[in-house]
């Protein structure tokens, strides 16, 4: 289960989105005329810079989830008012299912052969939404239309609410226990905000707001993608060397630092195989991330990592690296391969130091805790030693 202060922080950036967006519908007296009328035209400059990112950083998942938003939104504004109110009916329903299906399926080329899938797929859901929104079928509505529950969800359908509990708790689901936590939390905003616009349809400005607020949510999910796959490791999720070099740049005078290096890795991973190999490094990294102390985990490259310690004492420092240490020492791991199924245990080395005024930048802070690593590995590992 993810912990609690990773969801709470992804949450809440797009539902402040989400809510800055909702607000403007219930002060609009009080705003301006003139945003309201821009409002479309943000919601379409938005898709168009969505739609370029998207594709220039092979992130088309993003072009599936806009591109039927744009047309929900010209189907409103240009559709007469019985296709348009069929087309309210299957909106509801199957967008926000359109939605699970691609936050579940993985990014792939867009002309690859799963894109190529996507894009069948995307081509029949739209033909058939638009078959029946221009021949419409009285027994097909009457279905959706079906009463489920005591409560009326006016103009939700009882079917629509019944699929928005299901997407709804699928995508908490998700957010609590998927490692994914950036696309999953920013997606469960995206629907709630999306059935809160249809449902507020009739407040002037309220759908073409929540389109806006979604585009916004998009997009700055997708500056926060790219800024994952520059600064954090994959395999790990800790932050990589890119950004440890730039947290390093930021350092005041008074620091530690410490290299960590898992004990016989490399016999490790011979042994039981690269697949087990990428699993404890998954595991330690889990371990090193919740350093105290003020520090912070890094994955510096194979099976070393780095703990910075901003304006902290070594001894300090070294107390809760040797804590890591222990934890880490004494976390049964369980291999599972094709070879054997047994448990083992992990051991880490570390050599730790503070920043000295014989240190020209932080680099050599670094290499005066390499050399007292590398003195950890020669008194026999499994130690923190503190130069």
Known sequence: ????????????????????????????????????????????????????????????????????????????????????????????????????????????????????????????????????????????????????????????????????????????????????????????????????????????????????AIGVIIFILLIRESYRLAFYDELTALPGRRALVEDMAKLGMKYSLAMIDIDHFKKFNDTYGHDTGDEVLKMVASKLADVGGGGKAYRYGGEEFVLLFPSREVDESYTHTDMLRDIIEKSPFKVRNKQSSKTIYINISSGIVQKSSKDKDPFAVMKRADDALYKAKKAGRNQVVKA
Do not use: Q
Not at 63 to 77: D, K, N, T
Not at 171 to 198: D, E, P, R
Not at 202 to 207: E, G, S
């Open 1 to 212: 289960m993810n912990s609690l202060k990773p969801i709470a922080v992804n949450v809440s950036i797009p539902l402040f989105i989400s809510l800055a967006f909702g607000s403007m519908v219930f002060y609009e007296a009080k705003i301006p005329k003139i945003i309201f009328s821009l409002v479309p035209y943000l919601f379409y400059a938005i898709s168009a810079l969505i739609l370029w990112v998207s594709w220039h950083f092979n992130r088309n998942r993003f072009i599936f989830i806009i591109i039927p938003l744009l047309l929900i939104h010209i189907g409103f504004e240009y559709l007469n008012p019985k296709m348009a109110t069929d087309l309210f009916l299957y909106s509801s329903m199957f967008y926000p299912i359109h939605l699970l299906i691609f936050l579940s399926l993985k990014e792939r080329g867009l002309f690859s052969i799963w894109g190529i899938l996507k894009i069948g797929f995307f081509v029949v859901e739209l033909a058939v939404v638009l078959y029946f929104v221009i021949y419409p079928n009285a027994d097909f509505i009457a279905v959706l239309k079906m009463k489920l529950f005591a409560l009326s969800f006016y103009p939700l359908e009882d079917l629509c609410m019944a699929i928005a509990i299901f997407v709804v708790f699928v995508m908490s689901i998700l957010v609590m226990f998927n490692k994914y936590i950036l696309y999953n939390s920013s997606f469960l905003v995206i629907a709630v905000t999306f059935y809160m616009g249809l449902y507020f349809i009739k407040i002037p400005f309220a759908y073409k707001l929540s389109l806006l």
